[in-house]
């Protein structure tokens, strides 16, 4: 026969009274800040908005395209009517 291991029940503790410290809140330090706060663009950043809009500048000056668009689109009647009424 084994033995089973019995672990000795305990009751639960309920705490009689809890006491709150009041902290007071931090103060801001005098001292200027370690490094220096730099507003200004990124001249990568810069360089990066260039380049997409000499890729992709050419596009905002096409119109709509006539491929298709009639057949899906413009006599389409869910486009015009979307409840399909």
Same mark, same amino acid.
């Given at each position: 026969?084994?033995?089973?291991?019995?672990?000795?029940?305990?009751?639960?503790? =309920? $705490?009689?009274?809890?006491? @709150?410290?009041?902290?007071?809140?931090?103060?801001?330090?005098?001292?200027?800040? *370690?490094?220096? &706060?730099?507003?200004?663009?990124?001249?990568?950043?810069?360089?990066?908005? =260039? $380049?997409?809009?000499?890729? @992709?500048?050419?596009?905002?000056?096409?119109?709509?395209?006539?491929?298709?668009? *009639?057949?899906? &689109?413009?006599?389409?009647?869910?486009?015009?009517?979307?409840?399909?009424?």
């Amino acid at each position: 026969m084994s033995k089973k291991n019995k672990t000795p029940k305990t009751e639960p503790t =309920i $705490a009689k009274s809890v006491s @709150f410290k009041v902290v007071p809140p931090a103060q801001v330090p005098s001292q200027p800040l *370690p490094f220096p &706060i730099k507003i200004g663009v990124n001249p990568s950043v810069v360089i990066l908005v =260039i $380049a997409v809009f000499l890729a @992709f500048g050419g596009g905002f000056g096409n119109k709509f395209v006539e491929w298709d668009d *009639p057949i899906y &689109i413009l006599d389409n009647t869910l486009v015009k009517n979307p409840s399909g009424r």
